[in-house]
C-alpha cells in the first residue's frame, strides 16, 4: 500500500511559538492532501483541503491565520501552527489522496502529537 | 450538514466474543468506509462499500451496507486482543475526496 509519513511524530512547544508539521507522501503523487484533528477519545475532524499551489479550503469554524497550509508540491503539505496555545494540543494527522473520482483512494500519515505547554 | 451517528460508542467484551457496531448517516452515503484506529497512530481503511445491500467480508469481520445506503454495520467473530482499537466509519465524497467521519466505536477486548 501507499506510504504517508508525517514529522515530527510529537512536539512539545511553549505557548506562543510556532509549529510546523510536515505530511509526505512517499510512493505516490498526492491530488489532494487533507489535515485531521483529534481530541482525546473523539474522532477525527477535518480542517482542511489542501490542492499542490493553490489556496487550501478551510471547513467552517477553523481560523485559516491561525492553521498555515502549504502545499509546495505533490508530495509534500505542511501545516503551520502560529502562536499556539495549548487548546491547540491535539493529534494532528494528514492523508493524501491518490486517483480521481470513484477511484480515489486516501491514506493517513502516523499522526503528529503536539503538547503546548 | 451529515451527521454520521455510531453505536455504541464504547464496548469492552472479553475475547472470543462476538458484537456488531452501527453507523447511521443522516443522508444517502457517497462511499462508506471503515477504518480501524489504534492509539497514537492514523487510521487503517477497512473496507469501501458502495453498493446498497452490499455484504463484505475480512477475515473475521463481515460489513454489511444497508438497502438504503443509510447506514451499516461492522460484525466481528471471535474477537481478540488485536481487534482493540476505535472503529471509523466515515462518508467518502468521490468528487471532493473529504471523508466525513462518525464518532467511533471505542472497542476493547480483554484476553
Known amino acids: 500500500g501507499a506510504v504517508v509519513s508525517q514529522h515530527p511524530s510529537r512536539v512539545i512547544c511553549k505557548s506562543g511559538t510556532s509549529v510546523k508539521i510536515e505530511c509526505r507522501s512517499l510512493d505516490f503523487q498526492a491530488t489532494t492532501m487533507f489535515w485531521y484533528r483529534q481530541f482525546p477519545k473523539q474522532s477525527l475532524m477535518l480542517m482542511a483541503t489542501s490542492n499542490e499551489g493553490s489556496k487550501a479550503t478551510y471547513e467552517q469554524g477553523v481560523e485559516k491565520d491561525k492553521f498555515l497550509i502549504n502545499h509546495a508540491s505533490l508530495t509534500l503539505s505542511t501545516l503551520t501552527v502560529t502562536s499556539a496555545h495549548p487548546e491547540d494540543s491535539s493529534f494532528y494527522i494528514c492523508?493524501?489522496?491518490?486517483?480521481?473520482?470513484?477511484?480515489?483512494?486516501?491514506?493517513f500519515g502516523p499522526g503528529t502529537r503536539l503538547t503546548v505547554l | 450538514t451529515q451527521l454520521l451517528e455510531q453505536s455504541p460508542q464504547f464496548l469492552s467484551i472479553q475475547e472470543g466474543e462476538n458484537l456488531t457496531v452501527y453507523c447511521n448517516s443522516s443522508?444517502?452515503?457517497?462511499?462508506l468506509q471503515w477504518y480501524r484506529q489504534e492509539p497514537g497512530e492514523g487510521p487503517v481503511l477497512l473496507v469501501t462499500v458502495v453498493t446498497g445491500g452490499e455484504v463484505k467480508k475480512l477475515k473475521r469481520l463481515t460489513f454489511q451496507f444497508g438497502d438504503a445506503r443509510k447506514d451499516s454495520s461492522l460484525h466481528i467473530t471471535a474477537a481478540q486482543p488485536g481487534d482493540t482499537g476505535l472503529y471509523l466509519c466515515?462518508?467518502?465524497?468521490?468528487?471532493?475526496?473529504?471523508?466525513?467521519f462518525g464518532q467511533g466505536t471505542t472497542l476493547q477486548v480483554k484476553p
Open positions: 443522508s444517502v452515503f457517497s462511499s
Open positions: 466515515a462518508d467518502l465524497s468521490s468528487n471532493t475526496g473529504k471523508l466525513i
Open positions: 492523508s493524501a489522496r491518490r486517483g480521481w473520482g470513484s477511484y480515489n483512494e486516501q491514506f
